[in-house]
């Protein structure tokens, strides 16, 4: 079958098909005999994924920096009036949320008319200004949150675009690996600065956080943008272009997979108008899914037991306890590799329901840990910030605490921290894939700044520290059982299938025998 055949099969399938049909599959075209063309490689693949991922990397340092900062700030003489002003420091650690959250918002906007290099490129410049502000406030408290909210903003944007620019460059095979290096990238750089601080003070700590922003900005330049924007902008010569690139193939034989991208935003229609989100499930129904997935993901409170490490470490009696929070660090990136080395074997549906158990688990036992310690004597008097160093019970069960912290982390890191951004970058449909995936993000910080800004109010009130982190964990378990129910498994899945599973009038419904025979068949629950 020569290529004018395979695009007249093509057409009549796209004219014949309705929303309840599935496209049937173009059959390649075979290399004859003798072909000197180059065979498809996965080299520049992961290439232009990690060079992305930079943007990640910057994203986990600059959100940790505030960890080993703040005390440095302190001993600084530039800043020994303003020592004991806790509203004042607390600001500095959550500003970057804020200001996250209205990088998530215009990020959506930015990758539907810049495209999602030139988006990524851009948010670097504010990261690039904050950091340097940072290290110019010699003093000067306003400027140092202008750095610090700069530096947020560009965070907000970053965690947006970059799973984005991973899952659309990406072949379905390699979507859910590539999609983790997101989450190692984020975890290497809270290592890198847990690990930086430990030696140095905030302002060189910050002269380090220019290093990858300006690098990617250099390097992003040589990548190319993702094939679907491309299309979706009827540049359908830069798109093959660019997906040859990233498949290492000739031209011609990338016309196969853009035949199928460009059959896919025929369907999609135009731009998502508001109103759409109400009626079609196309839209609603992903949008919930990813909701409701970041809304488990910050409500576990893994940001507040991170914040806290170095108190918790402290009050076990362990000697040097920003040490230990460098292991701690270290055991999430181990398991985050894990994460990505099982990820395409297990899928993601299992590893969230696996990492989501495991985290409620260690959080339990995490509870329990605080609740035998308020059942003991206390030497009064003596603090370590979260918890008061106590004679017994937290000497007797520090073994506990420190147990489920790094078994917390290993979990979560598991599939919590990096599968519901995978999710994300997968089930919205082209012509909503910006504004749901900033609506998403915009959420996503919106949690998070609530779980860190009302942590010590929960463990304040009734709750107490017991109950607030048996509550996380009771959220998680609920979590768990929606993602059982409705979360649709998306391992090795087209995003073009993707979008036509959402699109089924019954989701919950048994497949066809139509739909069970054809090539693409409905997507596993």
């Not at 020569?2 to 014949?16: P, V």
């Not at 030696?199 to 993702?226: D, H, Q, R, S, Y």
Request: aromatic fraction near 12%; hydrophobic fraction near 45%.
């Amino acid at each position: 079958m020569n290529r004018r055949d395979i695009n007249q099969a093509t057409d009549s399938d796209d004219e014949d098909a309705s929303p309840d049909k599935v496209l049937i599959n173009v059959p390649r075209v075979t290399r004859q005999p003798g072909n000197n063309r180059p065979k498809p490689s996965s080299a520049k693949l992961f290439l232009a994924a990690l060079i992305a991922t930079l943007g990640a990397l910057s994203f986990g340092y600059t959100i940790s920096y505030s960890s080993d900062a703040i005390p440095s700030l302190k001993r600084d003489e530039d800043y020994q009036d303003m020592k004991d002003n806790n509203d004042a420091w607390s600001w500095f650690g959550s500003i970057v949320m804020l200001t996250a959250l209205c990088g998530g918002l215009s990020g959506g906007w930015l990758v539907d008319h810049f495209g999602r290099k030139v988006t990524l490129i851009i948010s670097c410049f504010p990261m690039v200004a904050g950091w340097l502000m940072i290290i110019g406030s010699s003093g000067y408290y306003s400027l140092l949150m202008v750095g610090r909210g700069l530096t947020g903003y560009s965070v907000g944007v970053i965690s947006l675009v970059v799973p984005l620019y991973l899952a659309e460059i990406s072949t379905p095979e390699r979507r859910g690996l590539l999609g983790i290096f997101n989450q190692i990238a984020v975890v290497i750089g809270i290592l890198f600065s847990y690990t930086l601080g430990y030696w140095l003070e905030w302002n060189w700590l910050a002269v380090a956080g220019v290093v990858p922003p300006c690098l990617l900005i250099v390097l992003m330049l040589f990548m190319p943008e993702t094939p679907q924007f491309l299309i979706s902008k009827k540049r359908r010569h830069a798109g093959i272009k660019s997906l040859s690139w990233l498949r290492n193939n000739h031209h011609s034989d990338a016309e196969h997979e853009i035949n199928e991208i460009e059959n896919v935003l025929r369907r999609s229609g135009d731009k998502a108008r508001f109103s759409d989100f109400f009626r079609d499930p196309s839209l609603y129904k992903p949008l919930c899914i990813s909701l409701l997935l970041m809304f488990m993901q910050q409500f576990s409170g893994i940001n507040a037991v991170i914040s806290y490490a170095t108190d918790i470490f402290a009050s076990a009696g362990l000697n040097d306890p920003a040490l230990w929070t460098i292991v701690l660090g270290v055991v999430q990136v181990v398991f985050t590799i894990v994460s990505a080395a099982l990820m395409d074997f297990g899928g993601r549906k299992k590893m969230l329901i696996i990492s989501g158990l495991g985290t409620a688990v260690c959080e339990y036992a995490f509870g329990a840990y605080f609740a035998l310690q308020s059942t003991g004597s206390t030497t009064p008097g003596n603090t370590t910030g979260l918890l008061e160093t106590t004679t017994s019970p937290t000497v007797q069960y520090s073994w506990l605490a420190l147990s489920s912290m790094f078994l917390l982390s290993a979990f979560f890191s598991l599939g919590m921290s990096g599968i519901p951004w995978l999710i994300m970058s997968e089930i919205f449909p082209p012509r909503a894939r910006g504004i749901s995936s900033g609506v998403a993000t915009f959420f996503n910080w919106l949690c998070s700044f609530i779980v860190t800004n009302q942590y010590q109010n929960l463990t304040e009130t009734a709750l107490g520290h017991q109950g607030t982190y048996w509550l996380f964990a009771s959220i998680l378990v609920a979590g768990v059982i929606f993602v059982a129910i409705f979360v649709p498994e998306t391992k090795g899945r087209k995003l073009e299938e993707i979008e036509r599973y959402f699109q089924r009038p019954g989701m919950n419904r048994p497949p066809s025998p139509r739909e069970g025979s054809g090539q693409f068949s409905p997507l596993p629950r």
